[in-house]
């Protein structure tokens, strides 16, 4: 089994940045693609970004694209999304998933494995 926790989510300023972080644990996930999704209040998840699993292969929604960037290191075992020009339209839960293969899916039924998730607020 694969565990997933997210971190670096909070409170910030319309325009600001965020780093999102997702560490794995109970396997080693340098063989598993992995994605950022979100979640806003009364919304359903959706895909924000992915990516295969040597970081060669990255994918983004178009609403985030040109201002998020996913980036791996598996030798920490982690996964990142650096969120740049955030939008109160970004405010949501953010969640990690991770599926083993290599390929990338883009929707929810794509992943095995899923972090508790971690609030971004972005005020305006």
């Known amino acids: 089994q694969v565990q997933l926790a997210e971190s670096g989510g909070g409170l910030v300023q319309a325009g600001g940045s965020l780093r999102l972080s997702c560490a794995a644990s109970g396997r080693t996930v340098n063989r598993y693609a992995m994605g950022w999704f979100r979640q806003a209040p009364g919304k359903e998840r959706e895909f924000v970004a992915a990516?295969?699993?040597?970081?060669?292969?990255?994918y983004y929604a178009d609403s985030v694209k040109g201002r998020f960037t996913i980036s791996r290191d598996n030798a920490k075992n982690a996964v990142y999304l650096q969120m740049n020009s955030l939008k109160p339209e970004d405010t949501a839960v953010y969640y990690c998933?991770?599926?083993?293969?290599?390929?990338?899916?883009?929707?929810?039924?794509?992943?095995?494995?899923w972090g508790p998730g971690t609030q971004v607020t972005v005020s305006s």
């Open positions: 998933a991770g599926t083993f293969g290599t390929v990338v899916p883009m929707s929810t039924r794509g992943y095995a494995y």
């Open positions: 990516i295969n699993w040597n970081g060669g292969a990255a």
